[in-house]
């Protein structure tokens, strides 16, 4: 029965490109009042289906698909069905593969019941969206790309810091060996040298996961121990520079809902950023804390506070954009990285000058309890 409909509106096109015209004759002032409009217009028959009048951008349109002289053709061909499709809809004409908003509309003019229709070319809107579309996602695979790459560069830095210290310990080790000092000393030695390298193993196993783009582990984990392990880390750097690291954990603090290693990596280049932004700082003025507790929004909030030379506020403002460094062996990717970390966590990364000089550099992590 569809095809059979379908059938009579072809030819009623083929026929000839006289018979729109003749049955536009049947209406001139609707022809007319078609004519005036800036896209294809068509009025068709309710009754019948058949074409009573077009406008001359209907024809140079749409003459060329198939069943354009009658309304249940033109549904077929444009819509894919014969069912009346009320509201507006955007179609792609499948004779010249333009898009179309198509409208249709039941109305009366002299006395006849007319189904109107409305075709505006919105190619260059759909082309423009698509190209915008089409740009998005090119920018995030370049900004995942990227994030691989900025875990790439991490891993040399991250890892370059304990390597050098396990070589470092070795050579020590054997030195002692050598001149056959104390077994306890070499088992001290050996052991720090674990703790290294242990962590750049945990760091690379990260990575690795990260790449495979498998998910980071979160548990609960107890912020005293992450600070003990990176202040372990950090013990031989801080001890050359004559440094102090106090640590003050409101007691108790609330276990954290958090991968372990990541955060030990942002507290780590925290810290770090700390420490080499009182290079310059007579030993005595220097002065570095971690604090941790439970801030008013009943989050964990960290700070990593310096009596540094703190920053400007047009520093400030580009501190978290990667590759964005003042030091002459910076990476500037620290801080970047540690945000989108902190971003993953639910939290937040912030910055805001201490009281008496220096710098706060603080997160904010989530609370494991009923998380877990
Ligand atoms: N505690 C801090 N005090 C002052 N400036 C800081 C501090 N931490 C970071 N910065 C500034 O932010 C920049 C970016 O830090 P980061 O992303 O860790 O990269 P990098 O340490 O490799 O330079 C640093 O070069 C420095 O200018
Ligand atoms: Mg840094």
């Given amino acids: 029965m569809s095809a059979a409909r379908s059938d009579a509106g072809t030819q009623g096109g083929e026929r000839a490109g006289a018979a729109p015209l003749q049955a536009t004759d049947r209406m001139p002032a609707l022809q007319a009042l078609l004519q005036a409009l800036p896209f294809a217009c068509a009025a068709f028959a309710r009754e019948d289906g058949a074409l009573l009048a077009a406008n001359g951008l209907y024809h140079e349109e749409f003459a060329a698909l198939e069943g354009h002289a009658r309304r249940d053709g033109l549904l077929q061909a444009l819509h894919g069905s014969e069912v009346d499709i009320d509201a507006g809809s955007e179609v792609r004409a499948p004779h010249n593969d333009r898009w179309y908003s198509l409208y249709w509309r039941d109305t009366e003019h002299a006395g006849q019941a007319l189904s109107l229709l409305t075709a505006v070319d919105i190619s260059e809107r759909i082309e423009a969206l698509d190209s915008h579309k089409s740009r998005q996602e090119k920018l995030l695979f370049t900004s995942r790309l990227m994030s691989v790459g900025e875990m790439a560069a991490t891993l040399a ?216």
Avoid: W
């Avoid at 674990?194 to 193993?201: D, G, K, L, P």
């Avoid at 801080?335 to 639910?346: D, F, G, K, M, Q």
């Fill in 157 to 372: 830095h991250e890892l370059n810091q304990p390597l050098a210290a396990i070589v470092n310990y070795l050579n020590g080790s054997l030195r002692l060996v050598d001149q056959a000092g104390g077994p306890v000393q070499v088992e001290r030695a050996l052991q720090a040298a674990r703790t290294q390298a242990e962590h750049a193993a945990a760091v690379i196993a990260r990575v690795r996961e990260f790449v495979r783009a498998r998910e980071p582990r979160r548990d609960t984990q107890d912020l005293a121990t992450i600070a003990a392990t990176v202040l372990e880390l950090l013990r031989l750097e801080a001890e050359r520079q004559q440094l102090r690291i106090d640590v003050a954990l409101a007691a108790p603090l609330p276990a954290v809902y958090a991968d372990r290693v990541m955060i030990e990596q942002v507290l780590l280049n925290l810290v770090k950023n700390a420490i080499e932004a009182m290079r310059e700082v007579a030993p005595a003025q220097r002065g570095l804390r971690i604090e941790g507790r439970v801030n008013l929004d009943g989050e964990i909030e960290v700070r990593v506070c310096d009596r540094g030379q703190g920053l400007s506020r047009a520093e400030s403002e580009q501190l978290f954009s990667p590759f964005y460094t003042t030091k002459a062996d910076g990476l500037g990717i620290g801080l970047a990285i540690c945000r989108s970390i902190i971003e993953y966590h639910e939290g937040r990364l912030f910055f805001e000058p201490r009281e008496g000089g220096g710098s706060v550099f603080g997160f904010t992590l989530p609370r494991a309890e009923g998380r877990v």
